[in-house]
């Protein structure tokens, strides 16, 4: 598995947000600010570094007077999540950590 | 973060976006009374529904679209509370959004030609119902759609039925039990 992103999504904010994204369409700031648990400047930071290794898409709006900033998993970060996912699971930890798919 | 760590993350990640159908429950428990509610007015005051050629079109098409009005900005607001949408999500608003034009284009031109609505929208709400439980995989409102296809059938075999009784057997059994059951169901998949 490359490098890059084996480092990239050891930090486990990051791992999240992406994992997050790859079983839905899109998802805002706020519920990916919910999911991980991170704050609101650990998240900014670590959305954007999923942007510039283009794992990820941000696209930012209005809605009424409130910037509403929505978040998409790339193609090239749906195939670098699976890679990184087959690798885990080359480790044979998924029969301990009873993931579903 | 070990290796096992990760897998749990992923694995927690991954069930925090199952898709949520208590939205689709309250649309469906929402239609439900709202379309009985309505029948029962129109069963119990046809004189007052019917008093002129145009009234019971009116009622029957404006009722129904000031309800697709409140449970559009309903839905969009929930949505929009939920911050994600998934593909099956977008496929169960497709497929309603499609019966909704279905219903009004059906109830439009059964008031221009001056004809029963009912077995008609039935038949369509039957349809989406069978697809929407095949969807959700969620018997309860497969058989809900498999009942109103039975009673759209009864209705073109004993014409002589009173349309509005059907209508609102067919809409508790298909809309408003399986909504009810959606709801209770204990997790949201």
Redesign the interface.
Known sequence: MNKELEKL??N?VR??IL??L???????F??LM??SGATKGNISVQIKKLEDAELIKVRKKF?GNYPLTLCKITSKGKTSFKIF?NS?QS?G??K?????? | MNKVDQIKVINDMINEARTSLKPLSFNLVFWGIFINIMSIIHYTFPSFIQQTYYSAGIYWIFLPMIGMIYMTRWNIKKYKEMGYSTTLGRVIKIVWAVFGLGWLMISGLAFYQGINPVPDILFLLGLVSVLTGAIIKFKPIILGGIFLLIFVLSLYIYPGQNALIVNMIGITLGLLIPGILLNRMKTDE
Do not use: G, T
């Open positions: 999504l050891f486990p791992l999240k994992s997050f790859f079983s839905v369409e899109n998802a805002s706020k519920k919910e999911v809605e996912l885990l480790f930890v998924n301990s950590a009873d993931i579903e798919f």
